[in-house]
């Protein structure tokens, strides 16, 4: 678990998520310089304080080479990667989109990654306790008056593009200031276990995920300075419906269908949504709901398993996933609406949409308390987009 200090110095740490200087799509410059044709050309340089992080020669337009001179990887400082018509070929390479300041820095050979190395960040032991890597201030000069450099002292090595051995990192902001980072433990090429870090400013909690056969489990310890209780989630399924349960007593069915599939009045509550251009809906049953535990722990694991009643994550053993995707309380659809249905089946509040019998047409019906508010057929999907609700 994390203890009051640790606690405290991981929120200064989360702090920089939002300050990261290079946490861009694309390297930042101080002074970029350009050619007649406006294409970067020339050395370019990103300068913090009296420190450069890195250079980059440019021609025309086109990345050559790259020097990193903030990171020490083995005891080598400066390290330089050779570009091969603008991509990655060989040696070493900031990762640009590397929003929590971990210093990716990838490892090249004749085009193919063959590893990647990171600082120490913190610590996960087996049982899923975290702690802050104290060692990690051993890496990290904090001098001002001289150059900082970073000792990157986690590897993880890669074979034909996967990860093998090692940590793999996945970073995505969520909105409202939260964000997951989410680190796969690789060992022999398969996929251990993943530790998942949600966090904000001032914020942070600690959840891992272990893989099942026909799904996986999220587990959280106790959250001392955050007051909250932990608890173990676990999600089942076979084809597109399953179950998921978090203790103590609280659990639901579900059954994810496309939308020109039919809906069968059940009680429990429908949730439409998009995806690309096709769309589905989540209907979720048999409903068993703690309130007191859930509202006297509203930590990492509550906010999961309420997104999940929306949408459940179908996660891959073997895949890739998208971590993101546990957290759909966040998640902005470009559509959704939702219905309640009460336990004969009859729709009590919300919006039902079914196909209509002309192709690539919708039917919708909206009722407050049983009552038919509006009703409306044969509307094209442009249509059934501005039905979009606020989310409950």
Known sequence: MLN??????????????????????????THPTYNAQGQLHGLQKYVNGKNT????????????????????IQGQTPVKGIYKEGVPFEGYFLDAEDEMELYLVNYYEKGQLMAQYSRRFMIVTEEGDMYIDE??????????????????????????GKAKDGVSYQFHKLGDGAFVLAMETYENSKRKYVDLLLGAIHYAEHARLIFLKDGYT?????????????????VRWAGHAGTVTLTPNSSFAFHKASLNQPLTAQWGHVYYYKQGDAYYYQHTTDIQFNQDHYSSSNGMIHVIFAGLMQDVALLSLTEANNYADLFATYRNYEFQAQLFLMKDGVPHTGTWIEPSSKPNTYSYTKYQERKVLESQKDITSEQLDQLKETRH
Do not use: W
Not at 12 to 19: A, D, E, F, G
Not at 61 to 70: C, D, F, L, N, P
Not at 140 to 158: F, G, M, N, P, R
């Open 218 to 234: 999220l587990t959280t310890k106790e959250n001392e300075p955050l007051g909250r209780a932990g608890g173990t989630l676990t």
């Open 4 to 29: 009051t200090r640790n606690f405290l110095f991981l929120s200064l740490i989360l702090l920089t998520v939002t300050m990261a200087t290079f946490a861009q799509d694309n390297y930042d410059y």
């Open 53 to 72: 992080l890195y250079e980059h020669l440019y021609k025309d337009g086109v990345i050559q080479e790259a020097v990193t001179y903030k990171v020490s």
């Open 135 to 160: 060692g990690m201030d051993d890496d990290y000069d904090y001098d001002s008056e001289k150059e900082q450099v970073i000792k990157l002292t986690i590897e993880t090595t890669y074979e034909k």
